[in-house]
C-alpha cells in the first residue's frame, strides 16, 4: 500500500520538494478523453499523486469512481480519491469505498461536502454522516489502515465559519478521528498561512499539512478568489502587480507565476512545508501549473531512470503493483492491455510462469478498437489506393511526422532512432513494421534512452521486430529466419494459422536487467498465447480502419484485403550482440507493384460488398507454391 | 516423467549408443557409502539410467528403496528400480512401489525373483503374484502410465528353462501385460544372442531390446559364467583367446575388454541395438565397465554443456526436475542441500520466490556432518596448533593438494583457476575462504570452463567470495565493503548476529544465463534465509571438526576458538565485468600472530573443559571497539 502520508515523510526526509495536481470529473464524454490525455501528459510531471475531486449525485459520483480507476490501472498514477459525507447515504460511501479498494486506490480525501442549495446548515442524509470527522472514523473502522485519509484545512475561512481558532479545533478533531494528512483551501497570502500553521501545531495537529496552490492563469479568475464563498486575503502587493497588466493575457500569466512561485519557495523555505497541491481546475491551469513547478525547478528528471522502475509504465491498479512481466505487443497499446489484463487474478511478478492461465479479455469486452470517428481517421491517415500510400503512412510515422497509427497510439520513441532508416527502409519496399526495439547489450541502468530500474545495473534487450509481410514474401521470409539458428519467430495470419520456430511454449524474455543484490528482472517477453490475443487486437485494429471507409471503396478493399491476407510475424534475434541482425533478413526483398491499386494488382473487378462482410479469401498458411499470388519478388535477380 | 523406453526411442533416432549400469545393495554401512561415491563417480560417465537390484527380504528390500532414493535424489542418477514378486506379499509390493513413486523414479524392472531355496518350484507369496507378467499388469493397472516397466529377457536359458522358443513366448506375454522394453541376462556368443532377437521380433515382440553386458575382471569370474544356474555359451575363440594368459590379471582386463568391446560393436552394427546395459556387480567392474565403455568410444563429452542443462546437478527427486534456483552455500555439499530441503512442497523454478517458505530441515533430522571416523579426519588434516595450520590447509586445497575440508566435499574446481592466486595468498594471510566464483561477462553457454545451457546462449556469473574472517579484521572489513556500491555482503557469526547491506530480503541472483527463445535462467542465488541455514550447517562442521580432537587439546581448543569468535562472511561484487574487485577489499589485510597457539596469542592458561561444552566466550557483534582482540592490523602500516 503507497499512502500519501508515507510519501510526504520521504520527501520530508530527502529535503526534495513534491507537488500533486488535483483533477474532477467532466461534464462531456470528450472531456473526459481529453482529461485522460491531460493526466498522461502530467503524469510525465511526476507528481506524486493526483486527487480526483468527489462529484456528487449519480453520473458524477459515478464517474470519479471510473477516473479513480483508470488513473490508478491504466495511467499508473497514484490517486486520492475525494469523498463527501453529508449529501451522501451510507450505501452510496460503501460503494465508492469499494471501488476504490477494487481500483488500488489506497488514499481518500474526506470531505463534509458541498453545501446544499435547499438548506441553510449541513445536515446529514438520514443514516449518512454529518461531519468529515464522522467519515473518516468509518472508514478507519471499515477498512482499518488500508486507506490513508486526508481532511481539508482551512487556513483564512470556511464557507459558514470565519472563527479560525474553531476552524483549527475542528481540524483537530478531525486528525483524532484518524486522518493521516491535511490539504488546504487555495491561498494568496503566505504569512497568514504560515501562522495558521503554527496554530495548528500548537494544538496538537502533527500530521503533515499540504498548502493548496491555485496557480493563475487570468485576471479575471484571480480576482474572483478576492471574493465568492471561499474568498481569502490578496496581499496588496499582488494587486499592485497585477493592476498594471491586467488587460495583457500573457503578462498576467508570467506575473502569475512569478508570484505564485514566489509564494511557494516561501513556504518550502519555511521547513514546514515539503510538498504543494496544485489545484488544476480548467485545462487553462495545466499551462499556468507547468510554469510554476518549472520556475521551481522542482520538476523531477523524469529521464533518471530511477523515475523508471521497469521499461514500461507501471500499473497501480488491485494487486498489480508487483506486475513486472509484460508481451512485448502492447508497447504502443498500453491502455488495452491493461484493459484486457483487468480480471487476472495475479500478475506476472519475476517470469511469465504458465502462460496459459492469465486469459486474455475477449476484445469487446473491453472496448478494443479505435476510438475516434470515421472522418478523424480518414483526415489522419488519408485515403491509401496503393500499397505504396500505406507504406508512406508508415514512412511517416518512423520518421516521426505521423503521431500515431493504427497499431499504435504514441509518436515513435527515441529509442527507435539507431534503427529508423533500417525501418524506413523496410516500410519504403511494403514491409510494414509495426513494433520494434533494437538490440542491448549491457548498457549502464542509467543510460539515458535505454535505461531502467535502480542504480549500478545493466539492462539488455534482444533485437525485436514485429512486421506485417505480404504473402508474396512470407515464405522466403520464413526460409531465411529458419536457417539462422539465433532467430525465433511467430508468424500468423488472420485465420490463426500459426508457424513458429520457438523451442516450446515458454516465453522468450527480450528485455532484462542485471541490478546489484537483486533477482534479474525480466519485464518483456515474446510469447505464444499473449501473441495471439495481440494477433486478435491486431486484425481488429486494421478492420476498424478498413471501416472508416466506405464499403465499396478502393481504400476499403486495399485495407480490407491487407488484413485478409497479410502476415503479422514477429522476430527474435536471440544474440543481443547483434544490432542489425534482423534486418539483413529482408534484404533486397520487396513488395511487388507496391504503387498499382489492389484491383489492378490482382486483375480483379472492385468487387461488390455484399452485407459488409469481408471477400471470402483463400488464405493457405505457407509453402510457397500455396499462393495464388506472384513468385517472391527479389530485388536485383 | 522420464520413461527409458523414450530415451531408448531418442537413441535409435540419434543414432548414438547409450549405456546402463547396473547396482546392487551392499552388506555392510561402509560399502553403502563407497557404493554411492561409485555412483557418484559413474554419474561422470554418462549414463542414460542406473538400475538399482532388488534384495529380497527385509533389510535388503529397504536398502533397495534407499539406493533408489538417494540415486534419483541426491545423485541426480536416472533410476530403475528392480523389484521381484514371487517371495513378496502385496503389501510389501505396494510399499514398493509407494516409495519409488515418491523419490521421483519412473522405471521398474518387473522380475519373477530368485528362486526360493525351500521350494522345487515357484510360487506365489500367498496373495502375491506368480509371474512376472501378473506384476507387470498389477503395476500397470495401479499406476497407469507413470512407470516404464521393463521385463527381463533369457536368450539362452532361463534357471528352469532351456527351452528357448517357449521363453520366446514368455516374453511375449510379458510384453503383452504392459511391460515396455526388455533386459537380457548376460552373454558372450553375440550370434547366438542376434539370433534370439530375430526370434523376439518374428514373435511379435517390438519393444527396445537391451542386452546385459558383464564386462571381464578375473578369469575366475569369466570361467564362472561359463557354468552356474545362468551359465552362457562362451565362444571357442574367447576361451582360446584367454587361456594362454589366465594367471595375469591385467593380461585377462585388458583381453577381457577387447572381446567384450568386440562383441558390444557386433551388438551396435547389426542394428537391432542402440544401448548397453552394464552389470556392475562388484566393485572391479568399476574399472572393467569404464575400459570397455572407453575402448567403444562411446563416453559423452561431459564437458560439453548440452549435457550440463545446469550450473550444478539437478535432483531428479520427486517435484524436483523443474527445480532450478539454488542457493550458492551448498556447492560444495551438495547432498546436505538435497537432504535438508527434501520435504519441500515445491522447488524453485525460474525465480526463488518467497525465501521465507521453503524451510531448512534442522540439522539433526538429516544428518548433517561429518561421516567419517575422528582417525580419518586427523589423518587428513593433522593436528593443527596454530591459524598458520589451518591456513596451509586451505592453501593446500586451493593448490589442489587436499581434495577436501569440513566444508567442500569434493576437490576444487577448475572454474576457480583464473582466481586461484588470489585465493591462496588470502588463506596465506589467515583469510579463510569457503567458497567462491569469478565474474563472467557472457561468455557463449558452450564455454569449456563455464558454460552451461542450451547452445548459441550466453552466461553470466557475479564475483562471489565466501570467508571465515577473524574478529580483529571484521570491522575493517565491512568498511571497507560498505564503501563501495556495487558490494553487496552478509556477515554472521555462530550466535546468529547478522549484518547485511542487501536491499531487501529478495535474493541476488549470482549465475544466470540468457539463450535464445526462452526466459533468463538464474540458477544461482545469494539471499538472507538459506544464508542463515548454510550458517548453521557450517558452524555444526566446524564443531565436528573441533571434535575430532580430544578435548584439552590445543587443536580442539583452536578450531572451538575460530567457531566461537570468526565471522562467516559472504561478498557479491555486483558488477560483473569486474573480475578481481572482491579481492582488494582485503589488500594489506592479515591475521596477526599467525603462527602463534592460541594460548600465547590470547595469553590464557590452556582452558578446562568441562562437559564438553565450549568455552563461554563474549561474541559482541562489530564495530571494532567492543572486541578484546588486538586492532586491525594493517600489514605495512
Known sequence: MVHISNRLHEAEKSQKPTFSFEFFPPKTAQGIQNLYDRMDRMHGFGPTYIDVTWGAGGRSAHLTCEMVKTAQTALGLETCMHLTCTDMPKSKIDEALKVAYASGCTNILALRGDPPREHDKWEATSGGFRYAKDLVRYIRQEYKDHFDIGVAGYSERCEDNEDVDQLVQHLKEKVDAGSTFVVT??????DLFLEWVRKCRQAGITVPIIPGIMPISTYAAFVRRANGPMRCHVPQTWLDAMEPIKNDDVEVREQGKNLVAEMCRKLLESGEIHHLHFHSYTMNLEK???????ELGIMPDMESPIEKPLPWRQSLGLKRREENVRPIFWRNKTRSYVARTQDWDEFPNGRWGDSR?????????????????????????GEPQAIKDISNLFVKYMEGKLDSL?????????EANIIRDDLVELNRRGILTINSQPAVNGVKSSDKTHGWGPRNGYVYQKAYLEVLVSPELISEVITRIERDPD??????????????????????AVTWGVFPGKEIV????????????????????????AECHTSASPTRYLIEDLMDTWYLVNIVHNDFHETRGI????????????????????DLPLRPKVNGSSLKKEVTFMNGDAHQEAPVAVNGN
Do not use: C
Open 288 to 294: 499556468a501549473t507547468r510554469m510554476v513547478i518549472e
Open 185 to 190: 483551501q487555495m491561498f494568496y497570502d503566505v
Open 406 to 414: 493504427p497499431w499504435s497510439e504514441q509518436p515513435i520513441t527515441m
Open 583 to 602: 534486418f539483413h533478413l529482408f534484404d533486397e526483398l520487396a513488395v511487388k507493384d507496391l504503387d498499382k491499386p489492389l484491383h489492378e494488382v490482382k
Open 357 to 381: 492461465s492469465p486469459a486474455f479479455g475477449e476484445l469487446d469486452a473491453y472496448g478494443i478498437g479505435l476510438k475516434g470517428s470515421n472522418e478523424h481517421y480518414r483526415k489522419l491517415w
Open 522 to 545: 525480466q519485464p518483456t517477453i515474446v510469447e505464444t498465447i499473449s501473441f495471439l490475443a495481440w494477433k486478435d487486437e491486431f486484425f481488429r485494429l486494421g478492420q476498424d480502419w
Open 487 to 508: 532467430m525465433t519467430y511467430y508468424a500468423v495470419n488472420k485465420n490463426a494459422d500459426l508457424k513458429t520456430n520457438a523451442p516450446g511454449d515458454g516465453p522468450n
